[in-house]
């Protein structure tokens, strides 16, 4: 068994901030939890605690590519250059390199203030395209990335098999992300036994796209959730949408809504182009936006329009997505910056009951983002400790107080304001740096050369 006990002098629990709470964390959970309390002699003693946020949507290996397709080439540049680009980085993409990779994101996600991930994970084969002996070996390699850097992990196989709407043929890119149905069960079968000895682990399905899955495949794949979150990228890019129109006369969340059963479980990643009445189709169901807001604006994709959506009851998480940049905070506020700037307002996203923007953000961020992901993301008795404490001493804390700090947080600080995360009571990032920073550090650097060389 083992015990710990930490006290915070302010700490953002479910009802709201509380100060002088003492929380006693036995085998990961905790056991007991005072506000008013006072710090008992052996209580690691903090200032500033958060609950940790979930990151909804990750594809881990595109860290090893971040900042390799910011030159402009001979065509016009697009999402679908990117794509490009981004599937020539996967040819040359061993298990090794998969692991060190998805290490070093997920080590960063926790030093920004995320505890857990979405792993919306695509690449399943060899680079010929065959299985692996284990069908779900970079599943498993994901779970000990997940394992060595203590994130928790939503682990949600995604469904590939098609190159575009209608069931197009994939195409030699895509050859890595293929099963029909009957492997695509095996692998969900694979993935589950892949994360069984981690805590807490999760698993969904994830249809890729529209474009990647029929609505009569995604019907067929359903039961394979057993209950569990259902993920797909939907309406990121106009080019989407007319091709969807063109092939069946609605546009994809639309069609999305029309066909298939979407409700609580389930995630529309993107989003992007919607019409009103698709917002409130979204809304309507309880499922959530999962927003990505530093890949949407990296890839040209366009704004999903937030503030309508809150404004109408809409749920919402955030995704890191691409990993071009990891940064809780800076995912946050990018969300609110697009709507400021498109809507020529200020103070966008704010709840009518809470002025605070930056409170707002993070307590819609928190709970959509648990919604999505299968767990509850709650501080209470009988939960995991999942956790984050803010640097006091940092400037952009500077005599600000509760939910003064998450604005501090959001829109003058960043990854840096962060001081210390747990997940499960395991305290695994301290002063801002993560435990294992330096070991996997260095074989990240080690797996990129190999793939850079080889590319
Ligand atoms: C992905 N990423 O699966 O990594 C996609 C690009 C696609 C984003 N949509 C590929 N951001 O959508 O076809
Ligand atoms: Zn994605």
């Avoid at 080439?73 to 996967?90: H, I, K, L, P, Q």
């Avoid at 084969?125 to 390699?141: M, V």
């Avoid at 294992?436 to 260095?442: C, L, T």
Wanted: glycine fraction near 10%.
């Amino acid at each position: 068994m083992s015990r710990t006990a930490l006290w915070f002098r302010s700490l953002l629990l479910p009802d709201g901030w509380a100060d002088g709470v003492r929380l006693v964390i036995v085998d990961g959970r905790i056991e007991t939890l005072m506000k008013d309390a006072p710090a008992e002699a052996g209580d690691e003693r903090h200032q500033i605690g958060l609950p940790g946020l979930p990151n909804l949507h990750s594809h881990a290996f595109q860290r090893g590519m971040a900042g390799l397709t910011e030159q402009r080439g001979n065509t016009t540049d697009s999402f679908w250059t990117w794509r490009e680009a981004m599937y020539r980085f996967v040819d040359h993409m061993g298990p090794d390199e998969v692991e060190a990779i998805a290490a070093q994101a997920f080590l960063e996600m926790l030093e920004s203030g995320f505890t857990r991930v979405g792993e919306f994970h695509y690449v399943h084969h060899d680079a010929s395209g065959a299985p692996y002996t284990n069908i779900a070996e970079l599943a498993a390699r994901t779970a000990a990335a997940a394992s060595e850097t203590g994130i928790a992990l939503t682990l949600l196989p995604v469904f590939y098999l098609h190159a575009g709407f209608g069931g197009l043929p994939a195409a030699p890119g895509q050859r890595r992300f293929i099963n029909d149905i009957d492997r695509y069960a095996r692998l969900i079968e694979a993935g589950r036994a892949a994360v069984s000895s981690l805590p807490g682990a999760v698993v969904g399905i994830a249809p890729h796209s529209l474009r990647a899955a029929t609505p009569e495949e995604i019907t067929t794949i359903l039961p394979l959730a057993q209950g569990g979150p259902v993920h797909i990228h939907v309406a990121e890019q106009v080019k989407e949408v007319e091709d969807c129109l063109g092939w069946s006369g609605q546009r994809p969340v639309e069609l999305l809504l029309d066909r298939l059963p979407v409700d609580e479980r389930w995630c529309l990643v993107h989003a992007t182009h919607v019409t009103e009445a698709e917002s409130n189709g979204i809304v309507a169901r309880g499922a959530t936006a999962g927003l990505c807001p530093i890949t949407e604006a990296n890839l040209g994709d366009g704004l999903f329009p937030a503030q309508s959506f809150l404004e109408r009851g809409g749920r919402f998480g955030v995704g890191s997505d691409s990993n071009v940049l990891i940064d809780a905070a800076e995912e946050l506020r990018l969300l609110e910056y697009g709507q400021r700037l498109s809507l020529r307002t200020r103070n966008a996203l704010a709840r009518p009951s809470t002025p605070s923007v930056g409170r707002s953000l993070f307590d819609a961020a928190l709970a959509g983002g648990a919604q999505a992901l299968g767990v509850s993301s709650t501080l209470a008795v009988g939960q995991p400790a999942d956790l984050v404490s803010l640097k006091a001493d940092d400037t952009a804390l500077a005599h600000r107080h509760h939910d003064r700090w998450l604005d501090g947080w959001i829109f003058s600080g960043g990854r840096q304001t962060v001081d210390c995360v747990w997940r499960a009571g395991t305290k695994l990032v301290n002063g801002g740096r993560h435990i294992h920073r330096e070991a996997i550090g260095k074989r990240y650097r080690q797996a990129l050369q190999k793939v850079l060389q080889a590319s």
